[in-house]
């Protein structure tokens, strides 16, 4: 895990609220009302197509229909984030959900300074999302031992939605973290939880 963020100008710079009409339209669906869009949404919006596909897939990932919890959907991005090093999607979803799924002070800082056993983790069900994240970070798989284990907490929807959730968040770690976009205003950072 990448532990220190350097600020650095965006590669992709973010397209400002009356760039277009077009534009403004999607960024309007894309946070609840009132919240301004977040940076990684007006750098997609760069490619309107793109963004819009994007956003169907997004909302299925962080609504109702997902068969997995609030608690164990954001274990799941806070750790795939944190191990991709994309301090920035980490702290956007720390800042928005950590709260509200019941994730301690303890468990925020597990994400990205500590692993499945460090003690964070008094929960089964809890330690082993954290080792699927790992196990599809480090092999793209999952053995037999894991699956067994993750199969005593999960059924089969639950588990396609968790390998895809921890996928999806692996490619917008990759996106925002080449396109260097820059942190939220008051986000935490990895540095904060150590």
Same mark, same amino acid.
């Given at each position: ?7 650095? %100008? ?5 397209? /400002?609220? !009356? ?8 960024? #309007? +669906?894309?946070? &609840? ?48 984030? %944190? ?5 920035? /999607?980490? !702290? ?8 509200? #799924? +019941?994730?301690? &002070? ?89």
């Amino acid at each position: 895990m990448d532990e220190s963020h350097e600020e650095r %100008a965006p590669r992709i710079v973010p397209v /400002e609220p !009356g760039h277009d009409e077009r534009v403004d339209a999607h960024l #309007a +669906g894309t946070m &609840p009302p009132g919240v301004p869009p977040i940076g990684l949404f007006r750098t997609f919006a760069r490619n309107l197509p793109m963004a819009a596909a994007m956003s169907a897939w997004g909302r299925y990932e962080l609504g109702r229909e997902l068969s997995v919890g609030r608690r164990e959907r954001e274990i799941v991005i806070d750790r795939t984030c %944190a191990r991709c090093g994309c301090e920035y /999607e980490w !702290g956007v979803h720390v800042a928005f959900f950590g709260e509200r #799924a +019941g994730l301690t &002070p303890a468990q925020v800082r597990s994400t990205v300074h500590g692993h499945a056993g460090d003690g964070s983790w008094p929960d089964a069900r809890d330690r082993v999302l954290v080792e699927l994240v790992d196990a599809l970070h480090d092999t793209s798989d999952v053995d037999d031992e894991l699956w067994s284990r993750l199969r005593q907490h999960f059924d089969d929807a639950q588990l396609l939605d968790l390998l895809l959730l921890c996928g999806w968040y692996h490619a917008i770690s990759y996106a925002a973290r080449a396109s260097r976009v820059a942190l939220e205003p008051g986000a935490p950072t990895f540095a904060s939880v150590a």
